[in-house]
């Protein structure tokens, strides 16, 4: 009688997916992502939403305070302050955060997002700056589209240990982690996974996307446009 293998039953060690910095270039499917207004409009929407109300308010007071720069403005803890330099300084600091948005925008989209070829997937999952994560045809179990804060490219790999290090990041006080831990839950009911790129700034429809990607995988993966 044979003795009984002993790391039968032994779970497998968790999963290190390939991390890279830079997608490679020259692969046959390639997105970059070019449109700030569509992704900020699909994808941003709450914080373009922020600074229309706080352009709202703050432009006609600036204004306001600018015109009466012979009065002053009192304040508890710096006193009396001239209005036209309080009204100047709301208006530098609300243009400057309407600049800011679609700069940081640009900046965000400006890197490869998503490409593949015959061998696997790259993917930054939602435009990670630091990571891009390959995965072998091999390795994923679908590539679909849904809906989450616009059109989400989803990449699911078929080892669910890869999923938590793409977790949404938890920062701050008890009520914004609170706030990012049910956003995590939203995503991965709405999503089913972490692995995802919004794609309503990606060149094309996401049909052909999904067709560039399905001749990619050669029928090892599923390839879907889903609700």
Request: glycine share 8%; charged share 15%.
């Amino acid at each position: 009688m044979t003795s009984p293998d002993p790391m039968a039953g032994t779970p497998a060690p968790a999963a290190v997916p390939t991390l890279r910095q830079l997608i490679p270039a020259g692969l046959p499917v390639s997105v970059q992502l070019a449109g700030t207004w569509r992704h900020l409009l699909a994808h941003r929407r709450g914080e373009l939403v922020i600074m229309t109300l706080l352009s709202l308010f703050m432009l006609p007071t600036g204004v306001y305070l600018l015109l009466h720069s012979q009065e002053t403005v009192h304040s508890a803890k710096y006193g009396d302050m001239n209005s036209g330099m309080v009204g100047l300084g709301a208006l530098v600091l609300v243009l400057g955060l309407l600049a800011w948005l679609p700069v940081s925008v640009v900046r965000q989209l400006r890197p490869v997002q998503l490409a593949a070829d015959a061998d696997g997937v790259y993917v930054r999952p939602l435009l990670d700056k630091a990571r891009v994560l390959h995965l072998p045809w091999a390795d994923v179990e679908a590539v679909y589209v849904r809906n989450w804060h616009g059109p989400q490219l989803c990449v699911k790999p078929r080892d669910s240990r890869i999923e938590p290090q793409f977790n949404l990041a938890k920062q701050g006080n008890v009520e914004n982690r609170a706030g990012t831990a049910l956003a995590q839950r939203r995503r991965t009911k709405k999503l089913g996974t972490n692995i995802h790129v919004p794609i309503a700034a990606a060149p094309g429809t996401p049909a052909e996307l999904l067709a560039a990607l399905r001749y990619q995988a050669a029928g090892r993966v599923p390839v879907e446009m889903l609700g």
